[in-house]
């Protein structure tokens, strides 16, 4: 069973890349899904917040300057590379919006198993993602509205308690669920990954369906939009680390929480508040970014440099 569910985890880009390709070719089995994407991300952000511990909470105040870095590179760099592709494109505006969401999102939860797998410092990556994710209920609808809404109408209140219900009390009840109850949860860690996985597919599958008029169109361009977004996050976070003096190790973790987001939640956000066109952004980034990260991954391990990097502290996340 573990190596079933390995094998899955691993071939996660091939299963969204078919069932977006069944959504695109027959829409009506997957549009059903609708009316649960929040429930799904919820699903995600609690499996996430089971894999935290309280340590992890305390690393943040133990490293307050790099965890802040990082932070800061997240909703600087990705939200302003947002805007600008969006202006250089000449994009229409229900699709701005959806790549504007990717950009202000906090980071993926797939950050952390690249950061472990490309040898970065995995603590640092868990505190980043765990920081941007908690304050994501502010800061998302915040930038979404400062960069979005003078040409779409964006409401605050209501995205920031979506974004609470959806993200921020899931993760909190996990952290829970993780200390109040660590044995039982340590017998379903195993088959979390492959629960993740499943919601993430249906996802991005079910954006597909419900925008299939429009994918032929509008796909292609998206599709270089979000490799453009993705790298210059990747190659911008990586530069704003070593400019500010972190290490190699600690700047390859920076540019994969940089380059990595929760594009999950941008997309089920596009969906509750915009248009299921919103959504693609955050469908393609979905698939594009766990690719990008696994081949960053594998030429960061290949690579030596004079910091001779090593895995620090916490243990990879649920992708």
């Known amino acids: 069973m573990k190596s079933i569910i390995k094998g899955l985890v691993d071939h996660m880009a091939l299963l969204v890349i078919g069932v977006a390709i069944l959504g695109a070719v027959r829409p009506e089995t997957l549009t059903w899904i609708g009316p649960y994407v929040s429930w799904m991300l919820g699903v995600v952000m609690f499996g996430m917040g089971m894999t935290l511990r309280v340590e992890d909470f305390r690393n943040v105040l133990r490293h307050p300057w790099e965890v802040g870095i990082g932070v800061l590179a997240q909703f600087i760099i990705m939200p302003l590379v947002a805007i600008a592709l969006v202006k250089f494109f000449a994009l229409p505006p229900e699709l701005a919006i959806g790549v504007v969401l990717v950009g202000t999102c906090p980071g993926g939860t797939a950050s952390n198993v690249i950061s472990y797998l490309a040898k970065g410092d995995v603590a640092l990556s868990v505190s980043m993602t765990m920081t941007t994710t908690l304050l994501a209920p502010v800061v998302t609808p915040f930038l979404t509205w400062a960069l979005a809404g003078a040409w779409i109408d964006v409401s605050f209140t209501a995205m920031m308690i979506s974004i609470a219900q959806m993200v921020l009390a899931p993760v909190m009840l996990g952290v829970l669920a993780h200390h109040y109850a660590e044995r039982q949860v340590e017998r379903v860690m195993p088959v979390m990954p492959l629960v993740s996985v499943v919601c993430i597919v249906l996802l991005v599958g079910c954006v597909v369906a419900l925008s299939s008029s429009k994918l032929l169109e509008v796909g292609p361009s998206m599709a270089l939009v979000v490799i453009l977004h993705n790298l210059f996050g990747l190659l911008l976070g990586f530069a704003a680390a070593k400019a500010l003096h972190l290490n190699s190790q600690k700047a390859r973790t920076v540019a994969i929480e940089v380059?990595?987001?929760?594009?999950?939640?941008?997309?089920?956000?596009?969906?509750?508040?915009?248009?299921?066109?919103?959504?693609l952004p955050g469908a393609i980034f979905s698939v594009w970014h766990n690719i990008s990260g696994s081949l960053l991954a594998n030429y960061f391990t290949r690579k030596t440099d004079e910091d001779a990097p090593g895995m620090v502290g916490a243990s990879p996340q649920t992708p």
Request: proline share 5%; hydrophobic share 55%; glycine share 10%.
């Open 259 to 279: 380059g990595m987001q929760n594009s999950g939640m941008a997309a089920s956000l596009a969906i509750l508040y915009f248009s299921p066109a919103a959504a």
